[in-house]
Every structure is written in C-alpha cells, then in structure tokens.
C-alpha cells in the first residue's frame, strides 16, 4: 500500500457520522479522569459498534471491559427498547463514571452494569447472547471465548478488540503478550464453530459469527 495510512484514517473519520454529545462529554472525562484514556473505543470504533447493533438487532449483549462505558452507550444507543447490555467491570473505581453517563445518554432501562472479575461473573450469568464483545484484559482473550461460544445463538456474533497489539502480531520476534493475543487470533482462526474475520481497524478487531 502506498498511501499514507494516517491520511486514509484522518478522511475515514470525516466521513462519518459525528458522535453525540454524551460521548464527546465522556471523551473528555476519560482523559481528564483516567491514567490510560486510550482504552476507551473512541469515535471511529465506537460508530463501528453501533453501526452492526444496528444492522443486526441483538436481543441480549455482553461487553467484557466496560472502562468507562464509551463502547457501552456506543451499543446501547443502538440497542431496541426490548434488548439489553450486560457490561462487566474490574475496577469498582469507574463505577461513577459509568453510571452518570448512562443515565445522562438515557440507557439505564437497557444497560446492566457487572463490577468484578468477569471469568467469575461470567459463568453467574444464565444468559444465551446474540453478540459478545470481548475487550478486557487481554491474557484472559482465549478463556473469555471458550467462556462465551457455546452461549451464542447461531448468527451471534464475537466482537474482539486490539487483535493487532499495535501491529506486532506480524513481528517475527513476539513478547509475551504480543504471543498471548497472536495465539487468540490461531484459536479464532482454526476454530469450526465460526466463520470470522480480521479487521485493520485502530488496533485491529475480529468479527466471528457463530455457524
Ligand atoms: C480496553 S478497556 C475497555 C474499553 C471499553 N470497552 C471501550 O471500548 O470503551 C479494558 C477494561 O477491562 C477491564 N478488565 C480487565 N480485566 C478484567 C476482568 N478480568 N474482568 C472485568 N474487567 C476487566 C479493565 O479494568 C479495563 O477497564
């Protein structure tokens, strides 16, 4: 490819469609208010997950890693009246930031907020998905999957964030972590019960569909 990668994505995010107002105030909090505020899934992925809610109606959705709801409200702005995120959080201390955020963007009816460990919380919840998105810590990527895929109506869908690990998955020499999610993308790959892809969008997410 010879264009400039930077340019293409600068002209991507001009057109589309601009973020609500909520978001943009979470944006800013985010960064205000946490160490790390690129973990948030930012305009241009957070339009990306509304767009397929949109497209494929899911009555029930579970987000692994709410941070500070960014993606949540980008899936419940998107979800019918009748459907419903269940988000899981780690860190009780983002508690606030989530929960005045969804009542500011008008989710609460349709967001269930989890605070714990989601490999413990997970298995609690008795709940068939129609889309899983998997986006927290990612050493725990494969139990997540193995956690969920039989939990997934056929035509649901596995969303997962950062398969690309700012592009060192394609390194000849990995670390650790970066053979962590490398091994994911294998196990995605070579498994029969879906039919998935590996997008180069921000820093790589997979799209798998149960069969
Ligand atoms: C990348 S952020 C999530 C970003 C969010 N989905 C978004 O797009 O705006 C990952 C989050 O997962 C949380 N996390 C990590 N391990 C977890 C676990 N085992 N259970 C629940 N949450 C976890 C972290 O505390 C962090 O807030």
Not at 8 to 24: D, F
Not at 63 to 90: P, R
Not at 104 to 110: F, G, M, N, P, R
Request: aromatic letters at 6%.
């Amino acid at each position: 490819m010879n264009f400039s990668q930077k340019k293409i994505y600068e002209y991507c995010e001009a057109h589309t469609s601009p973020v609500s107002k909520v978001l943009r105030k979470l944006e800013r909090e985010t960064h205000l208010k946490t160490l790390a505020p690129q973990m948030a899934s930012g305009a241009f992925q957070g339009k990306l997950l509304e767009l397929l809610v949109r497209m494929s109606q899911p009555k029930v959705v579970l987000e692994i890693g709410t941070f500070t709801g960014y993606s949540s409200i980008c899936i419940g702005t998107a979800l019918a009246e009748d459907a419903v995120l269940h988000t899981i959080e780690a860190n009780r201390e983002l508690q606030a930031i989530i929960q005045e955020h969804i009542k500011v963007a008008k989710l609460d009816h349709k967001i269930t907020t989890h605070v714990g460990d989601a490999l413990e919380i997970i298995p609690t919840l008795d709940l068939m998905y129609d889309m899983v998105f998997i986006d927290a810590g990612k050493r725990d990527y494969e139990r997540y999957f193995d956690l969920v895929i039989d939990r997934l109506r056929p035509n649901g869908i596995i969303l997962a964030d950062n398969v690309l690990w700012s592009g060192k998955v394609v390194d000849k020499k990995k670390d650790n972590d970066t053979r962590i999610i490398d091994q994911f993308n294998k196990k995605v790959n070579e498994d029969p019960r879906v039919e998935n892809i590996t997008l180069p969008i921000r820093d790589g997410l997979t799209i798998a569909v149960r069969k």
